[in-house]
């Protein structure tokens, strides 16, 4: 299994950013598939989810209206499409999955142990 996360960069606040994440080794459609983040000193923190079940996405109240995340079955990608960044969205991103099927069909979408594979992360600055 791998998740290969990019797009990370430097950008002005009010700016936008899109992460890219290329997943292979397992059966993408049937995953939860997850973005996190992780600024200096901080816990990782969950950003945004996508269901297996019907497609639909999940998102932290700091990101909401902000940020879209989005998957293609077909190319087995998942984006997060980032906009009106200020610098409190600074630091380094992570794709995830998880396979629901471990735990029953149901899992926390924001909790990080609930996903079993994490990309290496992608650094996001966000300057002032």
């Known amino acids: 299994v791998q998740l290969q996360a990019s797009g990370g960069g430097l950008v002005q606040a009010g700016g936008s950013l899109k992460l890219s994440c290329a997943a292979s080794?397992?059966?993408?459609?049937?995953?939860?598939l997850g973005w996190f983040r992780q600024a200096p000193g901080r816990e990782r923190e969950a950003v945004s989810s996508?269901?297996?079940?019907?497609?639909?996405?999940v998102y932290a109240d700091s990101v909401k209206g902000r940020f879209t995340m989005s998957s293609d079955d077909a190319k087995n990608m998942v984006y997060l499409q980032m906009n009106s960044l200020n610098p409190e969205d600074s630091a380094v991103y992570y794709c995830a999955a998880a396979d629901p099927g471990l735990r029953g069909g149901s899992y926390d979408w924001d909790q990080a142990p609930t996903y079993d594979y994490w990309g290496q992360g992608t650094q996001v600055t966000v300057s002032s």
């Open positions: 080794g397992f059966n993408f459609d049937e995953y939860v």
């Open positions: 996508i269901s297996p079940y019907d497609g639909s996405t």
